[in-house]
């Protein structure tokens, strides 16, 4: 009888040996942004840290494998594993978030939305998102994108007087212009939302609810935002943010646009599923489920308000006064005589990594607006608490301060540093750059 040699694995030391060999420029810049993510603050509020266990699983066997169609549903054989994986995937999708349907396949965010739209509209039909310079989405009706020039986009505002949701201001406006679709869910809104509100104006004109939770869907499967799925019509998620899965995005419906929403994906917009990312979805999920994930939650939200509090006692703008999510909308040009652009640029040099961003009504340009976008996911992720945001809020002020003194900077990324090596980051291990 003779018996197969498997050949054993060779153990080696190197981190990332195959790309060693076939690639050290591109390994080089892998463990340079290691590095950088490892030492700086990140604050932009739609980024995290995934896991090894996601990461390993995005890195997996399953890239190989072409699966257009559907579980039990496909086009091509060899389907035996691709299956398990992506019923996985649905099944705790729809297990936390209480939604019929889940389509698991969308490539990302913006995909997933035009996939969703596709699926319960026909080009012209009139939607209401909010507007991109008050918090919306590019994909919620701006007019460069595909959803603004498909569709017949009617944007809501905020309230000048709160800077918040008005909802019966957005009542009247679907009054008026009779929308065949609803969009709530924002990437700068630093307030909760009323779903229960949403659905009654949707109810009221007729209109389809759609909820976009992509930055909050963290928040929600660790009980610390409403969760919209079980009363929305269609809606969709990143699972890259606040949820710290890999980059990719779920469709979730109620059962009567199951069928519109797989054909929205595919024939719609996409051939093969990427099965490697949407076995990370599902370890994501899995990891959603605990109790650290829970205590996480509750920390970036603490750590928002601690955040805040600080920046006030600066004497710093907020936008509607302060935070009740993971996120704070800063004025800095009116409020501090520095444009947001110049302002991210000066933090980023004192390894605060953030992003500028519109304020509402902001009379400035979107490249080149009033505000800063602050989030806590990642250094929630990190553990840091309270005490740490209190020492961030001192150094966004000095750098602000100090915008264009170099040496300022320079210090405050030095002790930056100092502070961030000592909590460790999910999904980066120091040890593997010492060979
Ligand atoms: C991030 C985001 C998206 C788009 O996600 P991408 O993966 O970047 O395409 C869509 N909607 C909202 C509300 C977002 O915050």
Redesign the pocket.
């Known amino acids: 009888m003779t018996t197969a040699t498997i050949p054993s694995p060779t153990r080696t030391m190197t981190y990332l040996p195959a790309l060693k060999k076939t690639d050290p420029k591109i390994r080089d810049l892998i463990l340079q942004e290691e590095k950088r993510e490892f030492e700086k603050l990140r604050l932009i509020p739609?980024e995290n840290y995934a896991s090894h266990a996601v990461k390993e699983a995005t890195g997996g066997i399953f890239t190989n494998k072409y699966s257009e169609g559907y579980p039990n549903k496909r086009y091509y054989e060899g389907q035996q594993l691709t299956d398990q994986v992506e019923s996985l995937a649905q099944e705790r999708a729809k297990e936390i978030f209480g939604a019929d349907h889940v389509n698991v396949q969308p490539h990302?965010?913006?995909p997933a939305?035009m996939a969703s739209f596709r699926a319960v509209l026909k080009p012209g039909d009139t939607i209401m998102g909010l507007s991109l310079p008050h918090g919306g989405?590019l994909?919620h009706g701006w007019k460069a994108n595909f959803s603004g020039s498909l569709y017949n986009s009617v944007p809501y505002e905020l309230d000048p007087e709160t800077e918040m949701l008005n909802y019966d201001m957005i009542l009247k406006q679907a009054r008026e212009f009779k929308p065949q679709l609803i969009i709530a869910?924002?990437?700068a809104y630093p307030r909760k939302i009323d779903w229960t509100k949403f659905r009654e104006i949707c109810d009221d004109v007729g209109a389809k609810f759609h909820a976009?939770t992509?930055?909050i869907t963290g928040l929600i499967a660790g009980g610390e935002h409403a969760n919209p799925f079980p009363i929305s019509d269609i809606g969709i998620t990143?699972t890259h943010?606040t949820l710290r899965g890999p980059?990719g995005?779920m469709i979730l419906c109620k059962e009567e646009n199951a069928e519109v929403v797989n054909k929205a994906i595919i024939p719609g917009i996409q051939g093969g599923p990427h099965i490697h990312t949407i076995s990370a979805i599902a370890v994501a999920l899995q990891e959603a489920t605990t109790p650290e994930f829970k205590t996480y939650a509750q920390q970036v939200v603490k750590n928002a308000k601690a955040l805040a509090e600080r920046l006030l006692s600066h004497g710093f703008r907020l936008v509607t006064g302060g935070t009740d999510n993971h996120l704070i909308l800063m004025e800095v040009f009116e409020s501090k005589g520095i444009p947001g652009r110049e302002a991210s640029k000066s933090l980023d040099k004192a390894g605060i990594v953030c992003n500028c961003n519109m304020v509402p009504f902001d009379k400035r340009t979107p490249f080149n607006p009033s505000g800063i976008r602050i989030g806590t996911p990642s250094m929630s992720s990190r553990g840091m608490k309270e005490t740490e945001m209190e020492k961030l809020g001192d150094w966004i002020n000095e750098a602000i301060s100090n915008a264009e003194d170099e040496t300022v900077l320079a210090r405050i990324a030095g002790e930056v540093k100092s502070m961030c090596i000592q909590f460790p980051a999910p999904g980066i291990d120091p040890a593997n750059w010492n060979e």
Do not use: F, L, Q
């Open positions: 739609s990302s965010g913006s939305n989405h994909t869910g924002y990437t976009d992509s930055h990143t943010k980059r995005a």
